[in-house]
């Protein structure tokens, strides 16, 4: 178990850390009161300010640009798309960078780093052919156009993903999709130009062989927007998650990836670093809510004393210092997996810290939100909307009981044998 | 111990039941939803709908109104405005209502039975003299006007209540008031016409007799609504929360209620029923949470099963049932202990009820929206607004962490003497 | 809901109070110590000693004796076995007395209200007839004798009672006995004259109509306790638990209770008041062991304050008084329902209970333990002791996890018809 | 953060596993069967069977003996004394080498590793003279005596250590002994040949500088024995845990370990490594449970399913797995930060796992006693014994509180500057 970072990711840490330090927080309050004011004013919240751009062509020209790209399926991109030092990054090296990033709402998206935009190149450059990266992946990396992800549907439990009743019909060079998307993250951003679409296209195959994932342009004819979901009141955007209709979308058959009925060959393959990348940056967000708790424990006073030695606050910030040290080894762990022995190999610990990373975020920002009183609960700091997002994330890629689950499976196996004798 | 309500509350318990089921629960979805289409449209939604006013009328006539008056207190009030048979009820008595109100986010107000007009009616009923009631109870018991509560200030840690550092100066026969508000319950209502402002009049007597309770009407000189705050996202419209100042207020002395530096008796008496009243709406809450989480947990399937029936889900259901249960009972304990014993005797139930009811119901519907999966957090079931409601009652009237202290202060205080000996 | 005592019941609690006081806690320390010493000294601790008799006997002459009976099954039987007033108690009246009792080890058994003989003596009750009454209810009533319950088997899950493998068949006017019991509860006490064998007769039948309930003297042949088990390396002398076996043991038909195959009826309605009687047994424990811990916490001093004021501590105390208030509440509000709609309406209730109490009192001990340092691992206090008997109750009479099982269903229940539709 | 163990660990690590599964665990049962027979039978349970002495010498003669001996101070004594390669391990070789012994009761004596031997040694190592090492170190690497450690006290709060009361007084060339402690583990080996005492020297020094610590022979005149101590109803043999009365006890001057009042130092010096290897054990302790609870969850049927398939049994197996696993990777961590920046700068990792390993021991014991049903609570399998274990460590060493605070301590430390500004 080697977690040390190579000295190149040691360094774009150091330089991602400092423009978050400098460049983002400084702004990052005044960025979210100038969206709440244009809403508030009857102007559009889903177009980002100015600034945005701003900072992402500063952080594009800084190399600081696509340090997601995974050393293992990179190729030329890194090099091609700004990424400082032109090749992509381990697992093990991305993961504290990721990490920094959550310590911001802003920062994923001001590095090209943010979801579900990265699992969605990552699926481009994995299993894409040379068209669909050209189309589709270029100027992802590029930062021109944004993508969403469709697959929960409302019909159904989507816990049980085979559950997805949207269909997929192959006829002739086409595909047709009908149904219902919702949670499509991404849906939101004014640049969102195409939808990773999953649905049914063999009914009656093995069921992880039934449904074709197909990339479908926002503008195709039969595509529309139904609404955009609040999640705990709160509508995320620029990005958002929205409900979608497919009602006949007709697109050409090399719009599907990797081929008729391999959507969960291209799922399984897609959320490995993409669950390591939610939880490197909850740490982060874990670790501010916690730096927080402290500065208002120690500043605040009630009782003729700070109010971090009063009851059990130190023994709060002493458990929520223990959890998120814990946590931070498990995502580590799980990262080094990863690299060294593969998403099938990394199974247990994959699902280990997505079931186990967004509640202990959660339970430290509910403990910061408490100890900060009604500022707390209020949008003048970040604790209320981080505290969503962490909830958010016991949701979505699979609720936290399904992971338990899974690892409860993993560990019976061990023993499965010994027991049958 | 005997919580079996009277005969006459029993039945106005049934016929609020069976109203809330009829009338109230029937719209309440498709209210949130105009009045969030109102909001996305432009207009104000702080304006309630003339629904509202319309379920009030008809709760009024059916003597369903103003269920809360304490029997002890409720002088010819009752009878005057509009509660069947005429007299107030124990707190045994109203509690079961109580928690039936807590089922529907309208059901408080439709019955004028919501805080904080509750708490501040009795206020007035209590300490008022006959000048304010008249000029405020009466329109309050009658539905014209609404109230608010100043107490919470943003530079202070206001757990600790004698931090407060807005002040209530005598000057003659005039009271001036500086200082800045927040978490001002009820202020956003068009119909707010007062405030219950608590102000520092004494710096230098004892700290429990230096603060001073002041009427304050909304539209005096110098009073400024600064903004009104979200919790956990939410306005709670058409009540809120908000931010107000004040600057050079000037009152007469007459809007003093009690006496100059009397705000902490005040507050003392005001929040033995009010804290019953709170956990009461807050079991409902988590009993409409527990009843979702059975719907859904049959009716969805995954693998091949009822959701209720896959891994912890039905251990969970039992727990939620269990716990809510438990607090019920805790609950009706604190009442049954304020009717006989009085607040004073009653101050560690009271105290461990608001400390233990809320945590509880954040944690039943933060269950009940992880089985609804998305949906749980969408604005399409009351569930995320709940579990808002819920978490913000930790803190309001006092963080979970004061009840907590004052309760183990109570547990030791009995066994101090045989320590010393 | 009213839990209030009959007048004579609050007379007989009040009185059992004093005696346990006066009596019995004085000198318990050193029973336990000479039985200690005894045992080091090779004598025999599984004999009670004389004290022990005498305790007893002046329980007896005070009408204090088999105060668990049942007013709904007492019959003439507490008039002619020594209990004040000649009749039985309800549950609701009878739990404030086996708080009490918890608070001792060894008042339930001056009492003569000990399990597992209470619940054996009710099934006599119940389900014996005159002949089987005469021989063992007199006696056990008396206390002249003592008994055992054989049920749990040590070669199958015994948390699915029908597993139960042991066979009891009919072979003419006799009853044929083999297999192998374990937590045969009471088999070690000296005066320990019947098992109440539940074993195998009708393997075809319904599941719940297999096993027959058979009296089966110690002392006939066949019977051998094969060797006494320790609970958390405790053998709680001088009942104690034994693993015991039955070969090709005949007694006359006789000898069973009720009827042949009617085991889990019996069963089911011994186990109700049975499941009280623990609970607020653990309930009077987990209120010595939270009284101990205040006191530890006031007398013991570091770092300059008393250690109530550490950390979490207070905290810690206010949440085990709510968590032993919360649970009290429960078991009131059990018995109640018992009393009022009997066990099948108080199913769930019964079973939150058992569910949720046990391991209340093991978490309240835990931190009592903790508090003492040292000490509260060690035999001088009773607090270690008190955490293995609540940890053995989380098995006995069904573990945690079958009774959360049976709230669930239960409460799904209610829903299943409108699922269904 | 590198946590692989050097290539030697690694083949010591996987020889001492071997030598476990194949040596130790197949007779371990039947060892403790013995000495229970022993015990019945009325013969000493305190003398180790001889079984015990062949293994050790086997293991000795394998190298795999002193395998605790720490890189930095080892000298030439891990060449003297059996370690194989002749010289001592890093934390982070030897922390999983501590796991592995952890999987068996007697494994740690076997290898010579045992507490409270190594710390003792440790100090000898670190801060005994020559002649100190001469006449007690080498026959404890030697394992022909043992050692045991005085420290606990039972009139005082020993959580805070500074108060200790057995004094220690220097009279010329001599010191003089008086108190009383408990807790003393190791008294009971009949080879025990040395304490470690700390005793009050200069009483109004700063309360760090106040203590001495002296080896005192078992034998030395004024020292006796007064009980052996149980700790959850077990003594622990062949170790044990005693209450030593020290009567006017004069050693000579040149027993005292580094110098008068020094005592506090050494106790930080000798606690890093110890709490890792007790925290260690403890994981290999913990996983040794999870998998006799997967086992039996696989074997057992009940209501038609295997019992692991049961309720939320897999979820709590999941969980498991994922609190060990974070537990382990929290440990590594520490051992990894001593070993790179000393005890000094590990401070917080120190305490941390030392705060949450054995409590996490704990649970996940408590489960799988619970899975096992009554068997489990029983002394048929070790689990029993084993959550002894890991409960008496919450409070060994001190308590979890006392970590926790130190941990919130370092943590407000690192937001005091800004706060202060």
């Known amino acids: 178990m080697d977690f040390t970072p190579s000295a190149r990711a040691a360094d774009l840490s150091e330089r991602v850390g400092r423009f978050i330090d400098e460049r983002i927080l400084p702004i990052e309050a005044q960025y979210h009161r100038d969206v709440a004011a244009l809403r508030e004013s009857g102007g559009d919240p889903w177009v980002p300010l100015p600034l945005l751009a701003e900072l992402r062509a500063e952080a594009r020209k800084a190399g600081l640009w696509n340090l997601f790209l995974p050393a293992a399926h990179a190729g030329d991109y890194a090099a091609r798309f700004g990424t400082d030092g032109g090749t992509g990054l381990t697992n093990t090296d991305y993961a504290p960078i990721a990490e920094l990033t959550g310590r911001s709402f802003l920062a994923p998206h001001v590095f090209n780093c943010n979801a579900p935009d990265t699992g969605n190149m990552e699926v481009l450059l994995q299993y894409g052919d040379q068209a669909q990266r050209d189309r589709w992946l270029d100027p992802l990396l590029d930062g021109s156009i944004r993508s969403a992800f469709g697959m929960t549907e409302p019909e159904v439990a989507s816990s049980d993903a085979t559950n997805m009743a949207a269909t997929a019909v192959l006829d002739g060079d086409e595909v047709v999709l009908n149904g219902r998307k919702w949670w499509t993250t991404g849906i939101g951003h004014p640049d969102c130009a195409v939808i990773l679409f999953m649905g049914l296209t063999f009914p009656d195959a093995d069921k992880h062989r039934r449904h074709t994932t197909v990339l479908v342009p926002v503008d195709a004819p039969g595509v529309t927007v139904e609404r955009l979901l609040p999640a705990m009141g709160r509508y995320d955007e620029p990005f958002g998650h929205g409900e979608v209709s497919f009602t006949d979308v007709r697109v050409p058959a090399t719009s599907i990836v990797l081929g008729p009925g391999r959507a969960f060959e291209i799922a399984q393959g897609r959320l490995g670093p993409g669950r390591v990348h939610h939880c490197m940056r909850l740490i982060g967000l874990a670790e501010t809510a916690l730096e927080a708790a402290c500065r208002r424990g120690l500043e605040r006073t009630a009782f003729g004393r700070p109010i971090a030695r009063l009851g059990g606050n130190r023994e709060r910030i002493a458990k929520a210092r223990i959890a998120i040290d814990a946590a931070r080894l498990l995502v ?89 004798r």
Chains 1, 2, 3, 4 share one sequence.
């Open 332 to 420: 580590l762990n799980a990262a080094w997996k990863l690299d060294t022995v593969g998403a099938l190999g990394a199974l247990s610990e994959i699902s280990q810290i997505k079931a186990h990373v967004p509640a202990m975020a959660q339970e430290v920002i509910d403990f910061a939100m408490q100890i900060h009183g009604g500022a707390g609960l209020s949008d003048d700091l970040p604790l209320s909307a981080a505290w969503s997002t962490a909830r958010a994330i016991r949701l979505a890629d699979g609720p936290d009981e399904v992971h338990l689950d899974l690892v409860g499976r993993l560990e019976l196996a061990k023993h499965a044998q010994q027991a049958a």
